[in-house]
């Protein structure tokens, strides 16, 4: 009898876009953005020029879905934090510890692309959609806190973006300068740098 309720498995096409997203993430590991070509991610993936515009219509395209595949990353990674209410500073710690180890790998790139002054007008465009969207999570977080009267009195899409900002600057940081800081030391501040920042407090505070 055959199976019911099975899944489709992934496409050749799936795996071909898959294959293209993984190997613009290694190149980009390795050299700016912009030096890297359209043939050398084609041929990274195995597949051919024409096949490449199949998939993404440029560049900023694959760097888009790029970022879109991090966002999801890093809502995954803060999820724990992101699902509960008020300080919760282990989970927060927690959460910025996983993000910090991908910057640890990714770091080059994701400088270029969410935090370098001027990275050209097709990287800004990128930037300032993904960041909208990535702030949409901590927002919505945050706002809950507001609501409960538990945050500093600020609107929570601008608390949400100072955060994210934050984490990204001290992040990129230590990607380019990785044997100044004390790993444990620099969560505990950051962590409680983002809860001073949304609270006004962090735990174990005589305001607290």
Same mark, same amino acid.
Not at 2 to 14: C, E, F, I, L
Not at 130 to 150: H, K, L, N, P, T
């Given at each position: 009898?055959?199976?019911?309720?099975?899944?489709?498995?992934?496409?050749?096409? @799936?795996?071909? *876009?898959?294959?293209?997203?993984?190997?613009?993430?290694?190149?980009? $590991?390795?050299?700016? =953005?912009?030096?890297?070509? =359209?043939?050398?991610?084609?041929?990274?993936?195995?597949?051919?020029?024409?096949?490449?515009?199949?998939?993404?219509?440029?560049?900023?395209?694959?760097?888009?879905?790029?970022? @879109?595949?991090?966002?999801? *990353?890093?809502?995954?990674?803060?999820?724990?934090?992101?699902?509960? @209410?008020?300080?919760?500073?282990?989970?927060? $710690?927690?959460?910025?510890?996983?993000?910090?180890?991908?910057?640890?790998?990714?770091?080059?790139?994701?400088r270029e692309a969410f935090v370098a002054p001027d990275p050209g007008?097709? =990287?800004?465009?990128?930037?300032? $959609?993904?960041?909208?969207?990535?702030?949409?999570?901590?927002?919505?977080? =945050?706002?809950?806190?507001?609501?409960?009267?538990?945050?500093?009195?600020?609107?929570?899409?601008?608390?949400?973006?100072?955060?994210?900002?934050?984490?990204s600057m001290v992040f990129a940081d230590v990607f380019a300068r990785?044997?100044?800081?004390? *790993?444990?030391?620099?969560?505990?501040?950051?962590? @409680?740098?983002?809860?001073?920042?949304?609270?006004?407090?962090?735990?174990?505070?005589?305001?607290?």
């Open positions: 009898m055959p199976a019911t309720g099975s899944r489709r498995g992934p496409t050749k096409g @799936d795996q071909r *876009e898959r294959a293209l997203l993984d190997a613009a993430r290694a190149l980009f $590991r390795k050299r700016p =953005i912009s030096q890297v070509t =359209i043939d050398e991610l084609a041929n990274a993936a195995g597949i051919a020029r024409s096949g490449f515009y199949f998939y993404f219509e440029s560049k900023q395209a694959v760097l888009a879905a790029l970022c @879109d595949q991090v966002l999801g *990353e890093s809502d995954r990674e803060m999820a724990e934090w992101l699902a509960s @209410d008020g300080l919760d500073r282990g989970a927060l $710690r927690r959460g910025l510890a996983r993000s910090l180890a991908r910057w640890r790998v990714d770091g080059g790139w994701l007008p097709e =990287i800004l465009e990128v930037r300032e $959609r993904v960041v909208a969207d990535g702030c949409s999570a901590f927002s919505q977080r =945050i706002e809950r806190d507001a609501r409960a009267g538990r945050t500093v009195s600020a609107p929570p899409e601008l608390l949400a973006s100072m955060v994210i900002n934050l984490r990785p044997d100044a800081y004390v *790993e444990d030391e620099l969560l505990d501040a950051l962590s @409680d740098a983002i809860l001073r920042l949304l609270y006004g407090v962090v735990p174990g505070s005589d305001a607290g």
